[in-house]
């Protein structure tokens, strides 16, 4: 039951998880920002505090997705999804882990392979939740990552290439992240 100004509704399952989602999409942002700004400033080479945070952002995409997943009702189209993206995102942490002995080169193509595909799948994901409102800039986020996985996995092949990209990355997927809660807020008639 949720009370506002002394009257008694019921909270919708809808409610429940456009709430919860709206907490995850500012943690999200919040873990992004902290793990962007982090990285940038070790972005040079492949070291001790680097490679355990390439590592730990998609397994705090696999974390997330298992939160989420517990807020879905379990005959939501978007469960599904976020299977895939529990397996991609674990899979992508152990790539890193494995890639980061061979080099920034090999770090950049892992990761522009999850960036393709855990895009579509959030693509995918928000435009199945459509409904709940607060999607459009996951949708959008989703595209982005689409492309910006093609452009890493390009990279790759240059000399110097360098992990500050991936920073900008994770901090403008964390604003979409940010810009999704916001609007769920306003869906959900909460401002």
């Known amino acids: 039951m949720n009370s506002r100004l002394g009257t008694t509704t019921a909270v919708t399952p809808a409610t429940d998880v456009s709430s919860t989602l709206r907490k995850l999409y500012l943690l999200r942002f919040a873990f992004a920002a902290v793990w962007a700004a982090l990285l940038f400033a070790t972005a040079d080479a492949l070291g001790p505090l680097s490679v355990p945070l390439l590592v730990l952002y998609p ?6 997705a298992v939160v989420d997943v517990r807020s879905a009702r379990a005959n939501d189209g978007p469960v599904r999804g976020l299977y895939v993206n529990i397996a991609l995102s674990t899979l992508t942490g152990i790539g890193l882990a494995v890639a980061a002995t061979s080099g920034i080169p090999a770090v950049l193509r892992v990761w522009g392979v999850w960036a393709v595909t855990a895009g579509l799948v959030q693509l995918a994901v928000g435009a199945t939740r459509r409904r709940l409102g607060g999607q459009w800039p ?6 982005i990552s689409t492309l ?8 790759a092949g240059k000399d110097g290439a360098g992990l500050s990209s991936l920073a900008g990355y994770a901090f403008l997927g964390g604003v979409f992240f940010l810009a999704s809660a916001l609007r769920l807020r306003r869906a959900d008639g909460d401002v």
Do not use: E, K, N, R
């Open 59 to 64: 397994l705090f995409d696999v974390a997330c």
């Open 148 to 155: 910006a996985g093609a452009s890493f996995f390009a990279q």
């Open 138 to 143: 996951m949708i959008a986020g989703g595209a």
